[in-house]
T-cell receptor, first 111, second 114 residues
């Protein structure tokens, strides 16, 4: 099982749609979790951290299920500007200080 | 500085030459990471630093790759005897601490080996 696994997509959705991305991770002791966004030929940027209780930021909702080792990102009322690749990121913690990135899910929002 | 700065932004080199990539992290950030990303691919972890120390070098693709960080600040990634498969965007990121904090990325160095 890969350390961080995501559906590569692409997800092609119309404006206004609700879209959900899923991510699974293999290390049950992982400490922290994030969603990053990467636009074409740009560097990744933090979209939001993912907390155990779930968290929301405007149209974006992130959830964590530690028992299932599963993270999700929900985007409501999609905008054209949401088109990007969404990266699931896990920090294993402990003696491992690296951030492990999933390969990303590509989202394309169409008019 | 205001953000993570990487130089050069683009580098074209001949196969077999050595290259040095530089990363200037955000001031005060103790953790620094190097990744590389080939066209259309995900981020491949190379190495991280906590201060000047790199506890895990197993992500470096071969012994042609090395990295150092001095003064808890600037880091350099050196690739010796470059090969065509080394062509990629090399991304550097820094964060306040190793865990539970946001990592900020530089704009990357696009390396092309011809």
């Amino acid at each position: 099982r890969k350390e961080v696994e995501q559906d590569p997509g692409p997800f092609n959705v119309p404006e206004g749609a609700t879209v959900a991305f899923n991510c699974t991770y293999s290390n049950s002791a992982s400490q922290s979790f994030f969603w990053y966004r990467q636009d074409c030929r740009k560097e990744p940027k933090l979209l939001m951290s993912v907390y155990s209780s779930g968290n929301e930021d405007g149209r974006f909702t992130a959830q964590l299920n530690r028992a299932s080792q599963y993270i999700s990102l929900l985007i409501r009322d999609s905008k054209l500007s949401d088109s990007a690749t969404y990266l699931c990121v896990v920090n294993p913690g402990g003696s491992q200080g690296n951030l492990i990135f999933g390969k990303g899910t590509k989202l394309s929002v169409k008019p | 500085g205001a953000g993570v700065s990487q130089s050069p932004s683009n580098k074209v080199t001949e196969k077999g030459k050595d290259v040095e990539l530089r990363c200037d992290p955000i001031s005060g950030h103790t953790a620094l990471y190097w990744y590389r990303q080939s066209l259309g691919q995900g981020l491949e972890f190379l190495i991280y630093f906590q201060g000047n120390s790199a506890p895990d070098k197993s992500g470096l693709p071969s012994d042609r790759f090395s990295a150092e960080r001095t003064g808890g600040s600037v880091s350099t990634l050196t690739i010796q005897r470059t090969q065509q498969e080394d062509s990629a965007v090399y991304l550097c990121a820094s964060s306040l601490a190793l865990w539970n904090t946001e990592a900020f990325f530089g704009q990357g160095t696009r390396l092309t080996v011809v």
